[in-house]
């Protein structure tokens, strides 16, 4: 099964949305048309109208919620094309208020099971075989029913094999064509000129067949099919993730037989604990297979929602329904993380331009209200901690600018808002404790870190250090101690990205800030530390790679040594032990030594996941760099004096010295 054509990241259907084709052909059946179209415009009318109202009136903000709640009753009543577009409207913050969005949220497909009769007539037609000679059911009804389609659980009479067939509502693609059809006429006819008329640049026309383009990829089983086969060849190899096969010769356009599952919902809280499965290990493989989809290969699943999302006895993570599936290309996926940063940095006049970049705001807008709107409207829902902050506050925040300024939002940034948004609140259901930015934070982190795309470097770089060069020291901590809780995170990689920007004319001054902070957390550490960095320094300048990895070698087992018999111990614990390894009458460091070493152990000094060979690239590119070299002789020789003063010092019982920082060694006399 296939639908992939020039290189199309979502299946395509046989059958594409083409409103100039339907127009055609509906414009002459008006018996059809036009009472479906009385069927929707008159409640659709009076709810408007309500709306109309209560601008004249000044009353419109009091009552958005009352309206909201109006209108989703509305959208219930009409049927499974309308409730598709309210779940749609339900993530675009860019054409209505927060009120609407809550409410329409709570739209569910709610139609009656079709008879089975009806359904295995179109297994007949489609397949060309009666259901019997392929199927043996179990059970009378369908296991589930939706706008769209129902399913039935059989067994396979060729082998005995359980699958589940999925079947399409009769004539469920000439309703959806009538709907749009429909909604498409009253765009052009009204809604775009009243969109003119309150100053809203939207293009309602567009949207709806936006929408079109998305419905009729659904409607096709075998692109679902195919889609389904992709997200398997992708991501079945994710930890605790299963993806169902699909038995591609049982599959048409309106058929789609793939493999059956036993499981339950995530939310079914008595049965996971009837199999004693872990609930925070799901939530935490649901949240990093996601992350995985849009921020790495950009191929998602679009409605992660209850439903289509099984824990399997086993205690796997059993995705199904790939009919509403989506993709953000690379630029547009950077894009996303470099929104996160401006965020974390509260850089609104970045983000602002980022917003350009990406095709939200028109490039003649003027950013300067929207920075304003976004600096008063962010900083409350951000005072929160990490762990503590609700995707869901910070999407309405931003909604509410979105829909104030003329923002247009493109389909795959709603379809992520959609995703996380419903992965954070199945998320909190199985787990309350659960917040998606705090667990998507360590995969950011490591992407960052690791990722040499220029958008992602540049992400780091605003992170890590300010706009005159200086280290962001405990950011960068941060982000290192984020990064070291994910699976694939290679802090060899991290480093090499980060010696690039060292040997740049841009990293003169970080240069001068790891020299600052590496003479005095070696000092800190006392005679013996000091010595192996010395070392090292002095192979740097002899470009004597061996001398270097001995050296890192006996240092990085000094610090082993201190954490080998409890490896949880925490990095403070483990600097404590190191200076009572080398000598229980060490100095305290002061808070930026302890910092400094805390770096030293997240890059690897605790001997982790990353083989100690991998470092000796690394070695060889920064020992043949000049300015690498001049700064490395500064270090030795500050080091070497500070060594010869305490020694000098001691032997005559005088107090140790204190040292000026930012480069100088000028001693001062501690009091």
């Known amino acids: 099964v296939t639908r992939w054509q020039r290189v199309v990241k979502v299946a395509e259907p046989l059958r594409k949305y083409d409103p100039a084709v339907a127009e055609k052909v509906l ?45 989703l009753q509305t959208i219930s009543g009409l049927g499974p094309a309308i409730i598709k577009a309210g779940q749609a409207l339900s993530s675009r913050s860019d054409l209505l208020p927060r009120e609407y969005l809550d409410e329409l949220q709570n739209l569910q497909d709610n139609v009656p099971v079709f008879p089975n009769e009806k359904a295995f007539a179109t297994v007949e037609e489609e397949l060309g075989v009666e259901f019997g000679e392929l199927f043996e059911l179990i059970g009378t009804d369908p296991v589930a029913a939706a706008s769209i389609g129902q399913v039935y659980k059989a067994r396979l009479l060729s082998n005995g094999e359980l699958v589940a067939i999925k079947i399409q509502r009769p004539k469920c693609e000439e309703i959806i064509a009538l709907d749009l059809y429909v909604l498409r006429w009253w765009s052009n006819a009204l809604w775009n000129r009243v969109a003119a008329l309150l100053n809203r640049d939207i293009d309602f026309s567009s949207i709806i067949d936006d ?56 939310t079914d809280i008595d049965m996971l604990e009837t199999y004693n499965l872990d609930r925070k290990k799901l939530v935490d493989t649901l949240v990093q297979c996601s992350l995985r989809q849009i921020l790495d290969n950009g191929f998602f699943h679009a409605d992660p929602h209850g439903g289509n999302l099984l824990a399997c006895e086993d205690g796997r993570l059993c995705y199904l329904d790939f009919g509403m599936m989506s993709y953000a290309a690379a630029k547009q996926r950077n894009g996303i993380l470099l929104a996160v940063v401006h965020i974390v940095n509260r850089d609104w006049g970045e983000l602002a331009r980022l917003y350009v970049k990406l095709g939200f705001i028109p490039e003649d807008q003027d950013l300067r209200p929207i920075e304003l709107a976004l600096e008063d409207a962010l900083p409350d829902v951000l005072s929160a901690s990490v762990n503590e902050l609700n995707f869901k506050n910070v999407v309405s925040k931003l909604g509410d600018i979105m ?23 199945l998320a909190i259901q199985v787990d309350p404790s659960s917040r998606i930015i705090s667990k998507a934070y360590p995969f950011i982190a490591s992407r960052v870190l690791t990722d040499p795309q220029d958008e992602l470097q540049e992400a780091f770089r605003r992170l890590a250090f300010t706009s005159d060069g200086h280290i962001r020291w ?20 991290a480093l090499d990205l980060l010696s690039d920007y060292l040997i740049s004319d841009d990293g003169e001054q970080l240069l001068n800030d790891l020299a600052d902070q590496l003479v005095e957390g070696a000092d800190s550490l006392g005679s013996e530390t000091m010595s192996y960095v010395v070392d090292a320094s002095r192979a740097l300048l002899t470009n004597d790679e061996a001398g270097v990895a001995n050296a890192l070698q006996s240092l990085q087992t000094i610090i082993e040594n201190a954490s080998a018999e409890e490896a949880d111990r925490s990095v403070e614990g483990v600097g404590k032990e190191i200076r009572e ?31 100690p060979s991998k470092f000796v690239p690394l070695v060889r590119k920064l020992s043949q760099e000049p300015r690498v070299q001049r700064i490395t002789s500064e270090i030795i020789a500050r080091l070497g004096e500070r060594a010869l003063s ?8 005088l107090p140790p010295q204190e040292f000026e920082k930012e480069g100088s060694s000028q001693p001062k006399v501690a009091a």
Do not use: H
């Open 211 to 266: 929408f079109g383009e998305l419905i009729y990829r659904e409607i096709d089983y075998v692109a679902e099919a195919a889609n389904a086969q992709r997200f398997n060849e992708l991501y079945s190899g994710v930890t605790d993730v299963f993806v169902p096969k699909v038995y591609s010769e049982l599959t048409t356009s309106k058929v789609l037989t793939m493999e059956w599952v036993d499981g339950f919902r995530l």
């Open 474 to 493: 405990s950011r960068l901590e941060g982000l290192l101690e984020e990064a070291s809780e994910t699976e694939d995170y290679d802090v060899s990689l």
């Open 403 to 425: 829909y104030k300024y003329p923002f247009s939002l493109p389909p795959f940034y709603i379809a992520i808002i959609r995703c996380l948004g419903v992965l954070e609140g």
């Open 646 to 653: 305490r020694t000098l010092r001691a032997a005559f019982g």
């Open 581 to 611: 390894s080398l000598g229980k009458a060490l100095p305290e460091p002061t808070p930026s030594m302890q910092r400094f070493w805390r770096i030293a152990l997240l890059l690897g000094a605790r001997g982790s996941r990353t083989d």
């Open 27 to 71: 414009f002459r059946q008006p018996n059809r048309w036009v009472i479906r179209n009385v069927q929707i415009a008159l409640p659709l009318g009076a709810w408007a109208a309500g709306v109309v109202l209560d601008v004249v009136t000044g009353n419109e903000k009091r009552n958005r919620k009352s309206r909201a709640k109006q209108l």
